[in-house]
């Protein structure tokens, strides 16, 4: 009897260290579909950022499985690190870096840019970040979660303006801002073309004079994550860039 219970038990480790082990095999690439950076295609992504995110795992031969994720998810899972996972086209900061690794720039973002609407003329009328954040008077829609870079980041802390924090997608944010919950919203250019385009009326793009080229993207992964992996994303990087 003794003697079965030591092999039953001894074949659960067994498929338990099989199951960890195909657990290393291959990294989880964690994603959220967000217009234009990220859609999902015939199980590949696609957009601005993922299709290049598409062809560096191609190229770089790294054993992948994409999943959908929601962004606050993500971080929390990356931070948790009990999971070989990358996730794709996060910012880099410094609070990121003590619980995450990182790839290299895997695209730039645009410069950005506010969104609004067309009755906010204390927003309008302001030419430069500091005028803006240093305007009591206003509110600023600010996703939970989110850093927009290093240059906005810092601005925001300085000044620390009004803020909602919500964990609205771009689309939640519009209705809000439309509601008159808050005054504007910090976005990169190339979603906020695609948000006015697709919500014509009352919202407006406003550009400030002193906002440097958008933050760079990357893979954020899990320390989890073997050097030797980031190492080849990092290889087919280099190799595609220009």
Sequence with gaps: MQTKLILFILI????????SNADEHYIRIYY????????????RLTGIVGSKAQQILEKSKVPYRLLNIP??????????????????????????ELFAKYTMPIYQDKPAVLVTTK????????????????DQSLYIGIKI?????????????????????????????????KANRFNY???AEEEAEELVLANKGSF??????????GSKRYFMCSKMVDNSIIDKINQTIKSLSP
């Design 32 to 43: 959220h579909e967000r217009t234009p950076y990220y859609k999902i295609e015939d199980n």
């Design 71 to 96: 962004a606050a998810r993500q971080i929390e899972e990356v931070k948790l690190n009990k999971k070989h996972i990358c996730a794709v086209g996060w910012f880099k900061n410094k609070e990121r």
């Design 185 to 187: 919203f910090i976005v």
């Design 119 to 134: 009755n906010q003329l204390n927003v309008l009328n302001k030419k430069n970040i500091d005028n803006l954040l240093s």
């Design 12 to 19: 659960i480790a067994y498929n338990l260290t099989c199951l």
């Design 204 to 213: 407006v793009i406003h550009k400030l004079s002193d906002l440097p080229p």
């Design 145 to 177: 979660g989110y850093s927009y870079g290093g240059f906005i980041d810092k601005k925001i802390s300085q000044h620390n303006p009004k803020k909602l924090r919500m964990s609205q997608d771009n689309l939640g944010m519009m209705e809000m801002l």
